[in-house]
């Protein structure tokens, strides 16, 4: 069972004249994970930008901000004897070659432009850390970090190159998994220790990515000491961050991709679906733990949408509001999370332009799941709330619904 708030306050609102949203909050919440990734290791958002995201969030009652931290283009927490993340980890320039906005709005419609060197630049100190989770406490939002292992450690691997493949020398090189040395598991859970000093979530994330289990199982050297399946590798990557949070009472999330590594998920994990086709058929869905629908192409907010085409690309409002009930009926099935990766999405304006007002769409289905309001009642709602929204958020010309 997951315990979150369930709270009604209207002061969560910041506007105590603006009818509720979803339409009936006094009714209980259909789902108990109502949530929404940031991605701050990819585009480095601002301590005012977090406090607005989550401000957002209170209005629409999304209680779970997933917080994606570190990945190969920044680590963005501190870990007690490793000052390097921050110092060289986080302060990864963005690649002009790869980085880049992309967006559909009509100002831009066929810009690509570069983006500042600095937005991937930046992290936040525990006492960041610190005051975004009793912000984020006081507006009924719980923020779950996550700390991506063994994979997507290309900026753990810049601050610290030994953690990394010894044979990958040149920052060029895709030296983004974490080694399996003593070393490396040391510092896996050094992290996973801080982590929970710094967030009283009951749930941490431990990522788990596809991991690319050849390069270990073609290294001579781990062949002689035994460490022949990748499989087996990423498992002592795995249980170590388990047992780091089981220490500390926590359980972990992960991405459904764990389930290359384990036939039956941990006991305890939860499940979130990672990118997957039309079916709208997950690993999570069938795993037998339970699951959060989570990035997926009706989900992922952070590219701009594309009419008629909801099941391949991200849908507009009126498609979201159209097709997402139709593949929440699924077992074990405990929320949905919005996904907004900040690959391509490096400034706040380009954030919310992604964000809204599809998040409103899936802030009613999240509350109200098979009784939320049909597009023809939900559509003047919305309208009034991107009206009071404009006043307040600095953002483009919203995506039209």
């Known amino acids: 069972m997951l315990h979150f708030s369930k709270s009604t306050s209207r002061k969560r609102n910041g506007d105590n004249t603006l009818p509720p949203f979803p339409h009936d909050p006094t009714r209980p919440p259909a789902y108990s994970w109502r949530g929404l990734l940031i991605d701050s290791a990819r585009t480095f958002w601002p301590v005012p930008v977090m406090e607005l995201i989550i401000t957002v969030m209170a209005r629409y009652r999304l209680n779970i901000l997933h917080w994606h931290l570190t990945d190969n283009a920044g680590w963005r927490l501190p870990v007690p004897g490793y000052p390097?993340?921050?110092?060289?980890?986080?302060?990864?320039?963005?690649d002009p070659a790869h980085w880049y906005d992309r967006t559909c709005a009509p100002q831009r419609s066929g810009t690509s432009r570069t983006s500042p060197a600095h937005t991937t630049q930046g992290f936040y100190s525990d006492a960041n850390i610190r005051h975004l989770v009793r912000f984020a406490a006081?507006?009924?939002?719980?923020?779950?970090?996550?700390?991506s292992i063994p994979s997507a450690a290309g900026a753990t691997i810049r601050a610290y190159p030994h953690l990394g493949n010894p044979d990958l020398v040149s920052p060029q090189e895709d030296n983004s998994t974490l080694w399996p040395l003593a070393s490396s598991l040391q510092f896996v859970e050094a992290a996973f220790h801080h982590a929970c000093d710094l967030f009283p979530s009951p749930i941490i994330h431990i990522g788990t990515p596809n991991t690319e289990?050849?390069?270990?199982?073609?290294?001579?050297?781990?062949?002689?000491?035994?460490?022949?399946?990748?499989?087996?590798?990423?498992?002592?990557?795995?249980?170590?961050?388990?047992r780091t949070l089981h220490f500390h009472g926590r359980r972990a999330a992960a991405w459904d991709t764990i389930t290359r590594t384990y036939d039956s998920p941990p006991p305890g994990t939860?499940?979130?679906?990672?990118?997957?086709?039309?079916?709208?058929?997950?690993?999570?869905?069938s795993s037998g733990a339970p699951w959060i629908l989570a990035d997926s192409p009706l989900l992922t907010l952070s590219h701009p949408m594309r009419p008629n085409s909801p099941t391949t690309s991200p849908a507009t409002a009126r498609e979201l509001d159209e097709h997402l009930p139709q593949v929440l009926h699924s077992e074990r099935l405990k929320g949905i999370?919005?996904?907004?990766?900040?690959?391509?999405?490096?400034?706040?304006?380009?954030?919310?332009?992604?964000?809204?007002?599809?998040?409103?769409?899936?802030?009613?289905?999240?509350?109200?799941?098979?009784?939320a309001l049909p597009w023809e009642q939900l559509a003047p709602l919305i309208d009034r709330d991107m009206a009071y929204l404009r006043q307040r958020i600095p953002y483009w010309t919203p995506q039209r619904t």
């Open 84 to 94: 390097a993340l921050t110092s060289v980890g986080a302060q990864i320039p963005r």
């Open 337 to 371: 999370e919005a996904v907004a990766w900040s690959t391509s999405v490096t400034s706040p304006d380009l954030l919310f332009y992604h964000l809204l007002p599809r998040l409103l769409v899936i802030a009613e289905i999240a509350w109200h799941g098979d009784d």
């Open 138 to 147: 006081q507006r009924d939002v719980s923020i779950i970090p996550e700390i």
């Open 270 to 285: 939860i499940l979130l679906s990672s990118q997957h086709g039309e079916s709208h058929t997950t690993e999570a869905a």
């Open 213 to 242: 289990w050849s390069q270990w199982e073609n290294d001579p050297i781990l062949e002689r000491a035994g460490l022949t399946s990748g499989r087996d590798i990423e498992r002592l990557f795995i249980e170590r961050a388990m």
